[in-house]
């Protein structure tokens, strides 16, 4: 009698622990990854372990800052694909308004344009594919070939590739500097979670995600939180492009490049489905961000060519995309 119930209870407990890891399968795949990026970094750090760890972080925080902001809108299960123009149009502008208009004044200016600017656009994106009815991505292309545009024109008006920000924005101590980044991410993320977690925009932006027909007949107005969250993610792109000035002092055409699907594969490596929902949650762009970069720091301490870490890297991505991100309708974004 003992014995059955001791293997209806081993049965039992079986059957919980399958229907955990079911469940939680996004959190289990990413903490796992975060892992072994945290174990390899440590075995190939060897002496430089907290230089590394200030390399990291420093390469990591415009990641974080713009991830956080992206929850709101991969929430829905949407994705945009200029923000690495945007990033560099925004760091070109502060560079060229901090250095016009000289000292702190200008870097504030030259801010406060960019956050205006980044509004506005957040704005434009998340009004114009409800307005029209359009995919957000197919919107944010626009957004893409005008920021190319003006990316590559604002540079012609200087004639040269780059431009240098003629006061350093970097405190001169490297642990200052490296505290100043945890506050910003620190700072960020509980705003961004008390937002998402907390208050109505989160709660809304993933009940789109979940089944945007029913979240319209619920009585929610979809207009009115799609053009919040992507003005979310702008203001996040803004202080994202502030922290790359900070870090490398310059901007120029390549400024950006690739950081659509950097923040994307950011996202996914944290465990953020591309259809959104209701499983969405803002712990996926901190660890996301920092697997992402502890990667590529593991692959490139690994004496692994360039060209090969991005191959790597996507093959990574596609297959945590695939066992992770499907669903009945596809695994694209809308």
């Known amino acids: 009698m003992s014995e059955n119930v001791k293997t209806q209870e081993t049965e039992k407990n079986g059957k919980s622990i399958s229907a955990f890891l079911s469940s939680h399968l996004y959190d289990v795949a990413a903490y796992a ?4 990026t945290v174990v390899l970094f440590l075995i190939f750090s060897g002496n430089k372990l907290v230089y590394n760890m200030g390399t990291v972080l420093q390469a990591a925080s415009t990641y974080a800052v713009i991830s956080l902001g992206g929850v709101f809108i991969y929430s829905m299960g949407y994705m945009d694909v200029s923000l690495g123009q945007q990033v560099g149009v925004y760091a070109i502008m502060m560079v060229m308004i901090g250095n016009s208009l000289g000292g702190a004044v200008g870097i504030v200016v030259g801010f406060l344009a960019v956050l205006a600017l980044a509004l506005l656009c957040g ?8 307005f029209l009815g359009l995919p957000s991505i197919v919107t944010s292309l626009f957004l893409l070939f005008f920021f190319t545009g003006a990316q590559l024109l604002l540079m012609e008006s200087t004639g040269s590739n780059a431009v240098s920000l003629e006061m350093s924005l970097k405190p001169s101590d490297r642990m200052a500097y490296n505290l100043l980044l945890v506050v910003i991410i620190v700072i960020a993320a509980l705003l961004v979670t008390y937002l998402f977690n907390y208050t109505k925009l989160g709660k809304y932006t993933r009940a789109i995600g979940a089944n945007e027909t029913a979240a319209e007949q619920c009585g929610i107005n979809l207009t009115k939180w ?5 003005m979310g993610l702008g203001a996040c792109v803004a202080v994202g492009s502030l922290l790359m000035i900070m870090r490398t002092g310059s901007a ?10 950097d923040i994307m594969i950011c996202l ?3 465990g953020m489905p591309l259809s959104g929902g209701m499983k969405a ?3 996926s762009a901190l660890i996301g961000t920092f697997t992402y970069v502890l990667l590529t720091n593991d692959l490139t301490t690994m004496g692994i060519d360039l060209n090969m870490i991005n191959l790597v890297k996507a093959i990574v991505f596609i297959v945590i995309v695939l066992f992770t991100c499907r669903k009945r309708d596809g695994v694209l974004p809308r």
């Not at 990854?33 to 072994?36: P, S, V």
């Not at 799609?226 to 992507?230: F, M, S, T």
């Not at 120029?252 to 699907?261: L, S, V």
């Open 252 to 261: 120029g055409k390549g400024t950006g490049d690739g950081y659509a699907m």
């Open 281 to 283: 949650k803002v712990s």
């Open 123 to 130: 704005a434009f994106n998340g009004a114009v594919a409800v």
């Open 268 to 270: 996914i490596l944290g």
């Open 226 to 230: 799609k053009v919040l969250a992507y």
């Open 33 to 36: 990854g975060l892992l072994i």
